[in-house]
């Protein structure tokens, strides 16, 4: 984690407590907010629980649940989202629109006994969640939705379309086989200009593939390399530890925004 990403979050949070003169910004912090900025960088790369967290600032010592309730605060708050939503619009602003979308799920192993969780076929007797995402060419991530884990594929392309389809211009949305199986969805993705794109069935004997459509099927791995980032790169969004859904999701916004901006 870069020391020019916790200063931007460290003074997005200060400035966010400043402007809204509502939001009681809790007890006074013994500690700078960049101190508690880099212990929870410092959790999300390496995994570790808060409890094990030791850190000291000026040889002042500080506790994991001191750090955890700064950090389940500023989730609370929306910060997070937030500074994930401000550097999305800041992108979408110097790259403009995109036409071509990437989707795919992935199963993420339940470490702790987390809510809205499901049993998923590939992992049996244990709980897990499903963890969908579109992203672009440039591997930024559009939208996030988590589900239970059992929930078909096919029925997690509108709630992760959110914020794509506010956009009125066509676009091609590039899958695998599984967003296929539902016809209901793929009549509700015609009427807002989503044109699925996806390999063919043996049983699809009258459709053919045009050389634009296999040159977007190449591209999958796109999608794949945001997983890997995601899972390789921060260990603790590999498994979920968190019992609140909210505090993952946290994790994920801080992941997604420190991609943008590398791109930026």
């Known amino acids: 984690m870069s020391d020019k990403f916790n200063k931007l979050l460290s003074k997005f949070i200060d400035s966010f407590y400043k402007k809204n003169k509502k939001r009681k910004p809790g007890r006074p912090c013994m500690f700078p907010t960049i101190f508690y900025v880099e212990q929870i960088c410092y959790v999300l790369i390496n995994g570790i629980s808060w409890n094990n967290l030791k850190p000291q600032y000026e040889n002042k010592k500080c506790t994991g649940n001191a750090i955890y309730k700064k950090f389940r605060k500023w989730t609370d708050d929306g910060l997070f989202e937030q500074f994930y939503l401000t550097h999305y619009k800041k992108y979408k602003k110097e790259f403009g629109e995109h036409q071509n979308f990437f989707i795919d799920s992935t199963v993420v192993k339940n470490g702790n006994n987390s809510k809205d969780v499901g049993y998923s076929p590939k992992i049996k007797s244990k709980k897990s969640i499903k963890l969908s995402i579109i992203c672009d060419d440039n591997k930024v991530v559009h939208d996030i939705h988590i589900s239970k884990s059992h929930v078909h594929d096919s029925k997690l392309i509108l709630p992760v379309l959110k914020n794509v389809i506010k956009t009125n211009k066509k676009i091609n949305l590039i899958g695998d086989l599984g967003y296929l199986s539902n016809k209901n969805t793929l009549n509700k993705l015609k ?41 390789r790169s921060t260990k603790k969004i590999n498994i979920i530890y968190e019992r609140n859904i909210q505090n993952y999701l946290s994790w994920l916004y801080i992941a997604n925004t420190i991609n943008i901006l590398k791109i930026m």
Do not use: G
Not at 208 to 230: G, I, P, Q, S
């Open 191 to 231: 009427q807002k200009k989503v044109r699925l794109v996806t390999p063919i069935r043996k049983n699809m004997k009258k459709s053919k593939l045009t050389k634009k459509d296999e040159k977007l099927l190449k591209k999958r791995y796109v999608v794949e390399h945001v997983f890997a980032y995601l899972k």
